[in-house]
């Protein structure tokens, strides 16, 4: 309600249009190597590209997931929980989508895994719980040389569990389902924002 209204009092205005615009071009740039963490060492390519490097058909669906790094996501265990934590998240959604066929899966490490001393990865995740994942889930790892803003060019859903990148693509008109209904950009009206997990995989489907 009051979240509602104070989202309809705020106008975009050419200034403000302008503001976003030039924050969402620096970070999908390499550019923001300038930032405190380098996150993208690829400049953005095209969608046909995209599907050529990861043999993505075009004719089914992708589906984006972009986990945080996997230490850093205990900060979000805060607040109402759908999922015990990110290692559960990440799992259970790639475990869930392994028997949906009818549509292609993307997984982008988070590109700044490396920067950290840390065993604690996605893929190393994947690969003690889902060892044997079929053909139409493609892992990026956090060195390929793949904007992860590329990837969104060919995206039809965005799966995070609390990932800026879920605001990002929003921000570029791709609906998004998120993991962590306790989080920044949650129940502001441009995500869905499961209370369960039937709500959360009734939302992916």
């Not at 309809?8 to 390499?30: F, G, K, W």
């Amino acid at each position: 309600g009051q979240i509602d209204m104070a989202i309809a009092a705020i106008s975009v205005t050419p200034e403000r249009r302008a503001r976003v615009l030039r924050i969402m071009n620096t970070r999908q740039t390499p550019e923001s190597n300038n930032l405190v963490i380098p996150y993208q060492k690829a400049s953005p390519a095209s969608a046909r590209s995209i599907r050529q490097q990861l043999s993505l058909d075009e004719r089914r669906p992708v589906a984006l997931i972009c986990p945080n790094v996997p230490f850093d996501a205990v900060f979000y265990s805060g607040g109402r929980q759908v999922f015990s934590g990110m290692w559960e998240w990440l799992v259970e959604t790639c475990r869930y989508l392994a028997q949906r066929t009818d549509c292609q899966v993307v997984v982008r490490c988070h590109p700044a895994e490396p920067f950290y001393d840390t065993k604690e990865t996605a893929r190393a995740l994947l690969d003690e719980f889902l060892p044997t994942l079929p053909g139409h889930i493609h892992i990026v790892a956090p060195t390929d040389h793949i904007s992860t803003y590329s990837l969104m060019e060919v995206t039809d859903l965005g799966i995070v569990f609390a990932s800026t990148t879920g605001l990002e693509m929003a921000l570029r008109g791709i609906p998004v389902v998120c993991g962590n209904p306790s989080q920044h950009y949650n129940r502001k009206g441009f995500t869905f924002d499961a209370g369960s997990q039937d709500e959360f995989f009734g939302a992916v489907d």
